[in-house]
C-alpha cells in the first residue's frame, strides 16, 4: 500500500468539549501517524479560503463563522492509504448518517459541528496542507 499524507482539522465543537487527545488516540491507534500538528484561532479569511470550494454553498457563511467559533487543531496524518484511512475514521460528514465506532458517531454535535475534517483526495491533501503548513513543519 502506499505511505500518503492527509490534512486533518479538529474542529472548534471538539477543542471545546476537550477532545483532542481522544480523537488523536483514534488516528494513532488504526495506524496513522501525526508527523505535524498546531493549535489555531483561524481568522475569518483563514477560514473563507480553505473553504472557497464550498463558498455558493447556501451552509457556507455558518460554517466559516463555525470555523472561527474557537481553536482549531490542523494536523497532518500519515499511513498507508491515509486519505481513505482517515475518512473511514471519521465517518459520515452528517453524524446521524455515520458508523458506529467512527469519530463523527461518538462525538460529532451535528452535521455540521462534526468535529474533524480530512481531505477528500489526495491532490486535494496536499493543498490543504500546505495551505497550513511549511515542508519544515513536517516531520514524518
Ligand atoms: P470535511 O470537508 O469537513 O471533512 O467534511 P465533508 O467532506 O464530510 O463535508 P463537506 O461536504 O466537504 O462539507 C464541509 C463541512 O461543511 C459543513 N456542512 N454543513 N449545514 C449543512 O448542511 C452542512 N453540510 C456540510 C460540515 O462541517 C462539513 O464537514
Ligand atoms: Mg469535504
Given at each position: 500500500m502506499a505511505t500518503e499524507r492527509t490534512l486533518s482539522i479538529i474542529k472548534p465543537d471538539a477543542t471545546r468539549r476537550n477532545l483532542t487527545g481522544q480523537i488523536n488516540a483514534r488516528f494513532e491507534g488504526r495506524?496513522?501517524?501525526?508527523v505535524a500538528q498546531k493549535r489555531l484561532q483561524l481568522t475569518k479569511a483563514q477560514a473563507e479560503g480553505f473553504y472557497a470550494v464550498h463558498a455558493?454553498?447556501?451552509?457556507f457563511n455558518d460554517l466559516v463563522s463555525f470555523m472561527i467559533s474557537g481553536p482549531v487543531v490542523v494536523q497532518v496524518l500519515e499511513g498507508d492509504n491515509a486519505v481513505a484511512a482517515n475518512r473511514e475514521i471519521m465517518g459520515a460528514t452528517n453524524p446521524a448518517n455515520a458508523a458506529e465506532g467512527t469519530i463523527r458517531k461518538d462525538f460529532a454535535e451535528s452535521i455540521e459541528a462534526n468535529s474533524v475534517h480530512g481531505s477528500d483526495s489526495a491532490e486535494n491533501a496536499a493543498n490543504e496542507i500546505a495551505y497550513f503548513f511549511a515542508q519544515t513543519e513536517i516531520v514524518g
Open positions: 495506524g496513522l501517524r501525526i455558493e454553498r447556501p451552509f
